[in-house]
């Protein structure tokens, strides 16, 4: 069983809504399924781990924050 990850609010404070925390949950586990689905699809087809690696990391450092002016 895995522990429960602690989701840290900008003043450092844990997440504590039991509510936030099973989205949160939930919402990992879904991106970690996708992207390793599509991890494995991508090497089984011949794409470079490292570059697939990479792309990922360039993916998720192009997020945008939804809060206002940010």
Do not use: H, Y
Not at 8 to 30: F, H, T
Not at 39 to 68: I, K
Request: hydrophobic share 45%.
């Amino acid at each position: 069983m895995e522990a429960l990850r602690i989701w840290p609010q900008e003043d450092g404070q844990p997440v504590s809504c039991q509510e936030k925390i099973r989205v949160l949950e939930e919402n990992w586990q879904d991106v970690q399924q996708v992207l390793t689905d599509a991890f494995e699809d991508a090497v089984l087809m011949g794409v470079s781990e490292q570059v697939l690696r990479e792309r990922l990391a360039e993916l998720v450092q192009a997020l945008r924050s939804p809060r206002m002016g940010a």
